[in-house]
């Protein structure tokens, strides 16, 4: 059984940082893609950052420069940067991995619970 835990999340002011991490409990699989995702209040679930097994990383627009995403494949897991936090970015932040699973031989797309992230003074 899979299991993704996150942590790290919380409330900061404007200008102040987060780390977010999402790990990955159970065996018999291999990461292939990590991503993170976000929904605000009352807004779909968006995309923010990707990593993929050969260390690509893909940020949407609006937190280039200011999120870093990495992973540690050792750990099964993966973090999220977050730094120069705007009010803006208060959502809760979803881990995304895709797991090649070896028994099954096929991927499987699996989520994190979710951690809320509040910016605000």
């Known amino acids: 059984q899979v299991q993704l835990v996150e942590s790290g999340g919380g409330w900061v002011q404007p200008g102040g940082s987060l780390r977010p991490s999402c790990a990955a409990s159970?065996?018999?699989?291999?990461?292939?893609?990590m991503r993170w995702f976000r929904q605000a209040s009352g807004k779909e679930r968006d995309l923010v950052a990707v990593?993929?097994?050969?260390?690509?990383?893909t940020y949407v627009d609006s937190v280039k420069g200011r999120f870093t995403i990495s992973g540690d494949n050792a750990k099964n897991t993966v973090y999220l940067q977050m730094n120069s936090l705007k009010p803006e970015d208060t959502a809760v932040y979803y881990c995304?991995?895709?797991?090649?699973?070896?028994?099954?031989?096929?991927?499987?797309?699996?989520w994190g619970q979710g951690t809320q992230v509040t910016v605000s003074s």
């Open positions: 990593i993929s097994s050969d260390g690509r990383t």
């Open positions: 159970g065996s018999g699989f291999s990461i292939t893609a």
């Open positions: 995304n991995l895709d797991l090649f699973m070896f028994h099954e031989d096929s991927i499987r797309s699996c």
